[in-house]
């Protein structure tokens, strides 16, 4: 929910722009398989993130309009030197960056000035009160098979532990759930 609020709060998207997702790192053949996403790259697995942003050059052709971060770090760095002019960042996350000791810096902010991009973070709580019309507008859709979700299931509270951890290492593939009973 705070996803989809933010994005189009943040950063109205207009139909032909260009965006880039950042999300979680384990997900490469479920987006580019199953959900037709036109490419996909797990981060941690990229030794050079601006390379690899231009690699897909056809998705890209005049750079990122809108950048949704949920991985911050090296990953914003490299998508600064790849954003359009008047470029749009929504940042909802930074999850390459939460259990480093010294997070990472930011190299590249000047291209956030000579590039005119607007950055701006969010939170779950600057959303809340949208929640039962995110309902309203998505519940159809996921009825009708329009959007799919996946969601992976940890069984019993005693699992919950390393479900988090595997979070933060990308092992889950979609949201992360710790079945504590059964209804």
Do not use: W
């Not at 933010?6 to 950063?11: I, L």
């Not at 398989?33 to 690699?55: M, S």
């Not at 897909?56 to 949920?70: L, S, T, W």
């Not at 190299?107 to 809340?128: A, C, P, Q, T």
């Amino acid at each position: 929910m705070t996803a989809y609020a933010g994005f189009h709060e943040v950063c109205s998207p207009k139909k032909g722009e260009y965006v880039f997702v950042s999300a979680a790192s384990g997900a490469v053949d479920l987006l580019k398989n199953r959900f037709g996403f036109d490419d996909a790259f797990n981060y941690n697995e990229e030794h050079d993130l601006d390379a690899t942003l231009k690699r897909p050059i056809q998705y890209f052709p005049e750079g990122i309009d809108i950048y949704f971060d949920n991985v911050g770090g090296k990953t914003l760095d490299a998508v600064l030197l790849n954003m359009r002019t008047h470029g749009r960042v929504a940042v909802c996350g930074m999850i390459s960056q939460y259990n480093l000791d010294q997070p990472e810096g930011i190299k590249n902010m000047m291209h956030i000035m000579f590039k005119r991009i607007h950055v701006k973070g969010f939170s779950f709580y600057d959303y809340h009160h949208l929640y039962p019309k995110f309902l309203d507008t998505v519940l159809p859709y996921i009825k009708e098979g329009k959007i799919v979700y996946v969601e992976d299931i940890a069984e019993g509270l005693e699992s919950g532990s390393a479900a988090l951890v595997g979070l933060f290492k990308g092992r889950n593939i979609g949201k992360q759930v710790v079945a504590v009973a059964q209804e």
